[in-house]
Every structure is written in C-alpha cells, then in structure tokens.
C-alpha cells in the first residue's frame, strides 16, 4: 500500500512513546500500518537505536511474516481474525475453540487484554523489545478499556502499544491521552485508484467512490462480487423495485449501499454534487420528504443488520421501500385542489 510509506517513516521518526494511536478513516490501512510499524521495531538488520523501515529479509522479519514472533501480540475480535489471515490460535489465550459454534465475537475481550498486559510483561525473548498490536482498538468494552488502562499509565519497560482505530472518539479519553496519535488520512485519488487496478478491479475508480476513498473497503466489495456495473446499476434498479440478485449480498453491506444512495439522492435533492453515485446514475427529481422517511427507515434497519432475519423477505421489503422513496416527485399538471372545488 503505497500512501502507507509516509505514514510508516513518519512514526518511525517521531514516536518514542510506550503507546501510538493510528486512527483514521476506515477501510485505508490501519493495520496493515500498525504491523509494518511492529515489524520495524523488531527488526535485527535494523542497528538498535535506529528507527527505520523493516529490511524484511532478517529471522525476526520472517517470523513476523509467518505469524510467529515471540515478540509479538497481535490481538483482533475472532471475527476479524480470518478476514486479515491472522491465526486464531495466537490471540493471547482468548482463542476459546470450545464456543466454535458460536458466533465469532466483534469484540475485544477482557481475557485477551490481560493476556496482553501478562505479555506485555514478560522479558523479550529476541531482546528487541515486545509489541502489542491491538485493531480495532474501538472494540474494547469498558471493562478491557480499564484493564489496559491500567498498563498504559504504568508501562513496563520494554514493550509498546500500537492501538488501531477507524473511530478515535469511541476511545476512552483516558486511553487516548496515553497515547501518541498517528492520524491517517484518504490516500490520494489516484494512488488509490492505481493501486485497485493492480488487484485486477475493473472500472477503480467507480468502485473507490462507492468506498467513500477507502480503497480496502473497495477491494472488499470488489471480493464479494459487487463490480462497478452492479453499482452504477443498484439506483435504477431500486427505483423499478427490482431485487435482482441483491438477495445473495449480505445484508449489512446491502443496507451500506441503500445508506449511500439514499445520501446521494438526498444531496441531489437539495442541489449538492453525490459522493458515492455518478449523478447520470442516479434517478431525477426525487421527493424529499420520501427520502428523508428511507433514511430514517434504514437507520432503524441498521442497528439490528446482524440479525438473523429471513434474507429474501427481508431485501424484498428493503427494496420496495427504496422504489418509493426514488419514485419521481409528481407534479400536478391539471387544477389545483381549490379550482376543482
């Protein structure tokens, strides 16, 4: 990820604290920075003392890249885990292979936190220092946030903290003033846009709009089989009610795209430029009062996407609400309700 190398030389140079904070939009790299970030510090090509980019050939180097660092801890919700190819099993004791049939959790656990801070206070078994890498950091719950609270304020001496955020303010305050901030923003447009078609993505830069910029979230999309012709489709489609093959999207990335073309119609609405749609892709002269209605309905829908809902019904009932809310405004040609009296 090219936009990352800046980030990375930029910590390198200035952060000497025991914890740093990445934080920025989501879906450009977070993690993938706060590994590069762990590698660095780890690093046995690199002089101690020196703070440079990994060399990415030495033994710490290669273990990192193979998941097994002794120096390393990364801990991330079991269901993200797969998602980023990071082993269930190295998750700091929290792998709890007896609840696989449960639902993977979102969260960060009060289990693996203290699996980090008992980490985090062991001697180093390469004697480069240890690292705790902990993504999304928003997904601690008060009482995992007070647990490394705890470690933040008194840090032992040789390890680091690296927090990776898409949502700073969901942090506790406490937690972010223990930490050095390294914020992300969107990579260029066409850095971004170049990048994506490196990975083989017809049509980037449709798809890199449709991500709001982020061009891991397009890549995403991308994966699960949302192409930039379905996108450009979805308006017209949702205004003629058609459910097409939307019933196969998952639901919570189908009431994302509803979310983002119900922002778009209401900014063309109101004579704003979309950020999501081509505005030729979009259906003219949409009601406002129908679409603020949608957006108060998806909203509702939103919070409980993850439930188990009966998927064909619910995407019919999604799309009939988007038909009327795109349907076109009607104007009145004949006489007015007073004349015809």
């Known amino acids: 990820m090219p936009w990352l190398a800046t980030a990375l030389d930029e910590a390198l140079r200035t952060q000497r604290g025991h914890a740093l904070l990445i934080h920025g939009p989501q879906g450009i790299g977070q993690f993938e920075l706060g590994l590069?970030?762990?590698?660095?510090?780890?690093?046995?090509?690199?002089?101690?003392?020196?703070?440079?980019?990994?060399?990415?050939?030495?033994?710490?180097?290669?273990?990192?890249?193979?998941?097994?660092?002794?120096?390393?801890?990364?801990?991330?919700?079991?269901?993200?885990?797969?998602?980023?190819?990071?082993?269930s099993a190295d998750d700091g004791g929290d792998s709890e292979t007896k609840a696989s049939k449960?639902?993977?959790?979102?969260?960060?656990?009060?289990?693996?936190?203290?699996?980090?801070?008992?980490?985090?206070?062991?001697?180093?078994?390469?004697?480069?220092?240890?690292?705790?890498?902990?993504?999304?950091?928003e997904r601690m719950n008060g009482i995992s946030a007070n647990t490394l609270l705890k470690t933040l304020e008194e840090p032992p001496g040789q390890a680091r903290f690296i927090l990776s955020s898409g949502s700073p303010d969901s942090l506790l305050p406490t937690i972010r003033s223990r930490c050095q901030a390294l914020p992300l923003a969107l990579p260029p447009t066409d850095q971004a846009t170049r990048w994506?078609?490196?990975?083989?993505?017809?049509?980037?830069?449709?798809?890199?709009?449709?991500?709001?910029g982020q061009p891991l979230q397009a890549l995403d999309w991308a994966q699960d089989g949302v192409d930039a012709v379905a996108w450009l489709r979805l308006p017209k489609q949702l205004a003629a009610g058609d459910a097409g093959q939307l019933a196969a999207w998952p639901l919570p990335r189908l009431?994302?795209?509803?979310?983002?073309?119900?922002?778009?119609?209401?900014?063309?609405?109101?004579g704003a430029p979309p950020r999501y749609f081509p505005p030729a892709s979009l259906p003219p002269a949409m009601p406002l009062y129908g679409l603020t209605?949608?957006?108060?309905?998806?909203?509702?829908?939103?919070?409980?996407?993850?439930?188990?809902?009966?998927?064909?019904?619910?995407?019919?009932?999604?799309?009939?609400?988007?038909?009327?809310?795109?349907?076109?405004?009607?104007?009145a040609k004949g006489p007015s309700v007073h004349s015809a009296r």
Not at 302 to 319: C, D, I, K
């Open 36 to 87: 590069a970030l762990a590698q660095s510090w780890l690093c046995e090509a690199v002089p101690a003392g020196q703070f440079k980019p990994a060399c990415g050939r030495c033994a710490s180097c290669h273990l990192v890249q193979a998941r097994s660092h002794p120096d390393l801890l990364v801990l991330l919700p079991e269901a993200l885990r797969e998602a980023l190819g990071w082993d």
């Open 102 to 137: 449960a639902k993977p959790s979102k969260e960060l656990k009060v289990e693996a936190i203290r699996g980090a801070v008992n980490f985090a206070q062991t001697t180093s078994a390469r004697g480069r220092g240890k690292v705790v890498l902990l993504h999304p950091a």
């Open 196 to 212: 994506l078609a490196e990975h083989k993505i017809a049509q980037p830069d449709v798809l890199l709009a449709a991500a709001g």
């Open 255 to 270: 009431l994302e795209a509803m979310h983002k073309l119900c922002h778009d119609a209401l900014c063309l609405a109101c």
């Open 293 to 331: 209605r949608w957006a108060a309905s998806l909203s509702a829908a939103s919070r409980h996407g993850e439930h188990p809902w009966n998927q064909p019904v619910m995407v019919e009932s999604l799309v009939q609400q988007a038909r009327e809310a795109l349907a076109p405004a009607r104007h």
